[in-house]
């Protein structure tokens, strides 16, 4: 199996996604449940990196953290973004973002302002390397926010 995995990623297929998106199809709440889980495990994942001075990795958990919250709550509203994501069999960075603005007219600036610290950290934190752990740890706030005020509406 792992060497199937690998194999799949190595052609640039998200293995993980195309379970959600499985899981999804059976059960719908599932899959939002599944994102919602990893969301968490990922701040987790963010802290604990933190806490170690590895900005970078805490970086892209945090970033981590936005993109599961902001495909579940995609999912959850049916957006348009969602669906192509399933034609496609997967995310693209302009569609997440395409779907934030939707989702912060619907559900208030919480969703646009978590989102924008975490592709800054994304950019800057992971791509690039640039962040210490004070500049990580500032942008938490908005990504904890996100997190938390997406569980009130996930659940």
């Known amino acids: 199996m792992e060497e199937l995995i690998r194999k799949a990623e190595e052609k640039g297929i ?4 195309l379970i959600i998106f499985t899981l999804s199809k059976l059960d719908p709440q599932e899959g939002i449940k599944v994102r919602l889980e990893l969301a968490k495990k990922f701040l987790s ?9 590895d900005t970078v990795q805490s970086s892209e958990k945090a970033y981590k953290v936005a993109e599961e919250i902001v495909k579940a ?3 959850k ?3 348009p973004e969602y669906e192509q994501a399933v034609k496609e069999d ?22 646009r302002n978590g989102w924008d610290s975490a592709y ?3 950019v800057w934190g992971f791509h690039e390397g640039k962040f210490d752990v004070q500049s990580v740890r ?4 908005d990504i904890e926010k996100m997190l938390n005020e997406a569980e009130k509406i996930l659940r």
């Open 77 to 79: 509203f049916g957006l």
């Open 73 to 75: 709550l995609a999912e």
């Open 45 to 53: 994942e963010a802290k604990e990196y933190l806490e170690k001075g």
């Open 14 to 17: 998200n293995v993980e996604n």
């Open 120 to 122: 800054v950290l994304h």
């Open 90 to 111: 997967r995310w693209h960075t302009y569609t997440l973002g395409t779907a934030v603005v939707k989702l912060s007219l619907k559900l208030g600036n919480w969703v």
């Open 138 to 141: 500032a942008r938490f706030q």
